[in-house]
């Protein structure tokens, strides 16, 4: 462990993601009764689920918070190598099974792993590490800018093969971000469009599936009892919770919401939160963002910066993507809310990732120039 002033901290950050943990448990509490007494659970089943999580999460990221950076990067190799092995996991019957005709999960005895989760954090790694030591020679695309972005597309491809295109394409996009913040020229960008573009359309339209989703998002209309429904009921309960909402734990909706606990929640905090409670929520959230790219600008060195970035981007965007998804903005894609939906591996790296945001935040010498600015 390195020796660090605790004058260093980001005590504020700390603040938000304590708020942020606060406000998601307890919606989640309330989102989820419903869910465990309509599967004949007890109806605290997944919220007792999720406090577990939640402990081990808090004790990762004190970990994380604490661990030392060189050390870190010593173990980054071992780290995507673990992350690459995981992801073939669900293809293994006596570990993964199929759900919805996607393979995504790994199940030991009550409880399940999400590979993709951690193949988000290790991929953050890997890009900050790599960017950062070829960070001199970053226009050379052949012997710097190829062989991650081949990693890239490894984790990428696997993602896919578990039928989870939207963590594909948002892994994706946090690594092109990454890519763009090391000031990889432009030029290859417009080159990687032109290939990846056209190869995306024409994969979306493989699947009917996917089709349907974008159609129900022009249309819910279009079958408000099947695909349309859960944007339909989501909007619904939405407007249901007013300008102040109807109060925690009086939500109605929440039980003809699909996946109210998961990847729709922001709804039902919507319902009993109200419309200024979203605010305060999203206020929460931009207020991480600010801090998590202050530290990452304060940084002085590159390593630090791509991290700290990639960090917080992948937090922060993921977020927004959520409520745009609750709010009818984009079609249903499946990723949840970070602090706030139902999922172990989904709150675990979470914390994790905000553990060692902190400890950039410790990094940081405030009498000594910083990398930008």
């Known amino acids: 462990m390195e020796r660090l002033e605790k004058s260093q901290i980001d005590y504020f950050l700390i603040a938000i993601i304590i708020l942020l943990i606060g406000v998601g448990i307890t919606i989640l509490f309330s989102a989820s009764y419903y869910h465990a007494d309509k599967l004949g659970r007890d109806p605290q089943y997944f919220f007792h689920k999720q406090l577990i999580w939640l402990v081990l999460g808090s004790l990762a990221a004190f970990i994380s918070s604490r661990l030392s950076l060189s050390l870190l990067k010593k173990l980054i190799p071992l780290i995507i190598l673990f992350a690459l092995g995981i992801s073939f996991f669900p293809f293994i019957p006596t570990l993964g099974k199929s759900i919805n005709n996607a393979r995504r999960w790994i199940f030991f005895f009550d409880y399940s792993f999400q590979p993709s989760e951690l193949v988000k954090f290790a991929l ?13 020679k970053i226009d050379n695309a052949l012997n710097t800018i190829l062989p991650p972005f081949v990693v890239v597309l490894i984790f990428v491809g696997v993602t896919f093969l578990q039928n989870d295109l939207s963590t594909a394409a948002f892994i994706m996009f946090i690594a092109l971000s990454m890519f763009f913040i090391a000031k990889v020229p432009l030029v290859y960008f417009f080159y990687l469009g032109t290939t990846l573009i056209p190869l995306g359309i024409i994969i979306f339209f493989t699947k009917t599936y996917w089709v349907e989703k974008l159609m129900i998002f022009f249309n819910p209309q279009r079958d408000p009892q099947g695909a349309g429904y859960q944007i339909i009921a989501s909007r619904a309960t939405l407007i249901n919770g ?21 990847d729709f929640i922001f709804s039902v905090a919507g319902e009993e939160m109200g419309f200024l409670g979203l605010i305060f929520i999203i206020i929460l959230y931009l207020f991480f963002a600010v801090r998590g790219y202050k530290i990452a600008l304060k940084s002085k060195d590159y ?12 937090i922060f965007i993921q977020a927004l993507l959520n409520m745009f998804v609750v709010t009818g903005l984009m079609p249903a894609t499946g990723i949840p809310l970070p602090f706030f939906s139902l999922g172990g591996s989904s709150i675990l790296m979470t914390l994790i990732m905000c553990g060692l945001l902190i400890n950039l935040s410790r990094m940081i010498n405030k009498k000594s120039e910083a990398l930008y600015g």
């Open 124 to 136: 953050i790694l890997y890009l900050a590490y790599i960017l950062s030591k070829k960070q001199k």
């Open 242 to 262: 007013g300008l102040l909402g109807r109060g925690w734990g009086m939500g109605i909706q929440k039980k003809y919401v699909p996946e109210a606990d998961s």
């Open 303 to 314: 390593f630090t910066f791509y991290l700290a970035f990639g960090i917080t981007s992948s």
